[in-house]
Each structure stands twice: as structure tokens, then as C-alpha cells.
């Protein structure tokens, strides 16, 4: 994923560390219509992450690292929820989110920015909004949530380069990721 690469890229020129592992193990889903979605996500499902990326901040917080966040993009949006309902990270930021519920953003303890899309037969803008209205009510946690206008699911991190539309409402949520991280990972 050169585009995700390209992300990673951005935000450790911020002067951050950078962990991107790899979920899929190297069996990203390819919509080819030769295998069907729920078929993958047998072996792909994101809370089978979790206890991972766990790992993953513990070893970081052992070297030193006090200050972890993350960003998930469609089905890493459920480990990143996961995550923010405890007390390991600083700061949580989902893109166009898959398999996160209600329920789960009624557990978040931490800062967290939901940039969700227009198009999203995933996670629609009425669930977005009923996001929007939860973290709302939270006065203990900030929040961020924004639809945005004329993006479909995946804008984020699967959009083409050479459209010059998708490229700056891609450029815009990278910009409000960055400020995200960058507001709360010093805190």
C-alpha cells in the first residue's frame, strides 16, 4: 500500500516513530470477485489485531515511548476502538471506520477523531452522527468527528493519486491527522 506507506512517511517526518505492521500477512483483500469479502474476513477479522498491536505498545512503552497513538483505516478502525477504550494510548484516529459499533464508542477513554465518509454503506453518516452525538455527550473525552462531504469508503488511504477531487479530500484528512496527533500525543 504505497499510499498508507506514504502516511506513515508524513507522520514520522513530524518527528515520530512509526510502527505500520502488517495485519493482513501479506493477504490484503483484492476485490476481484473471485473470493467474497466475508470469505477473507474468516481469517482477517480485526480483533484477531488486538492482542497485537497490544504488544506492540507495550514494547514501545518498555523502550521508553510514553506517548503512543493510532490511526486505523477501515478495518484497523476496530483495533484502533479497541484500543481507546483503555488506558494505553494518548490519542486515537479512525478513517472511514469498519466493524466499529455504538457500544464501542461509548467505552473510549481517550481523545479520539472519526473522519468518516459521505459514502459509507460500512459505517453511513447516521451511524457517524450517532458517533458524533456519544462522543458529545462524553465532556471527559475530546472528540472530533466529521463526514466529509463527497468521499466514499476508503478515501483516505485508497484514493487515486491523479484525481485532482480525491487527492485534496485526501490531503485535507491527512492534514486533520496530523493535528490530531500532534495536539494530543503532547499532552
Known amino acids: 500500500m ?18 505500520a505492521p502488517d495485519y493482513m500477512n501479506k493477504d490484503p483483500f483484492v ?8 470469505d477473507w474476513l474468516k481469517n482477517h ?18 523502550k521508553g515511548i510514553s506517548s503512543v497513538g ?3 483505516f477501515c478495518w484497523g478502525g476496530k483495533v484502533v476502538v ?5 488506558d494505553i494510548l494518548k490519542v486515537a484516529v479512525m478513517c ?4 466499529v459499533s455504538v457500544d464501542d464508542i461509548k467505552e473510549v477513554k481517550i481523545p479520539i477523531a472519526i473522519l468518516a465518509a459521505e459514502t459509507d454503506n460500512i459505517t453511513p453518516p447516521a451511524m457517524a452522527a450517532q458517533f458524533q452525538e456519544i462522543l458529545g ?26 484525481n485532482p477531487v480525491q487527492l ?9 491527522i496530523f493535528e490530531w496527533l500532534q495536539t494530543y500525543l503532547h499532552e
Open 82 to 86: 479497541e484500543l481507546a477504550k483503555l
Open 168 to 176: 485534496g479530500k485526501a490531503e485535507e484528512a491527512h492534514k486533520k
Open 45 to 62: 477479522l480485526p480483533i484477531s489485531a488486538v492482542p497485537s498491536t497490544r504488544t506492540i505498545v507495550d514494547v514501545l512503552k518498555q
Open 137 to 162: 455527550s462524553k465532556k471527559d473525552v475530546k472528540s472530533f468527528v466529521k463526514i466529509y462531504p463527497g468521499t466514499f469508503h476508503g478515501w483516505v488511504n485508497r484514493y487515486d493519486p491523479s
Open 2 to 19: 504505497p499510499i498508507l506507506r506514504k502516511i506513515a512517511d508524513q507522520i514520522a517526518g513530524l518527528g515520530y516513530l512509526v510502527v
Open 70 to 72: 493510532a490511526v486505523g
Open 31 to 38: 476485490d476481484q470477485g473471485n473470493v467474497p469479502i466475508t
Open 96 to 99: 472511514h471506520p469498519s466493524f
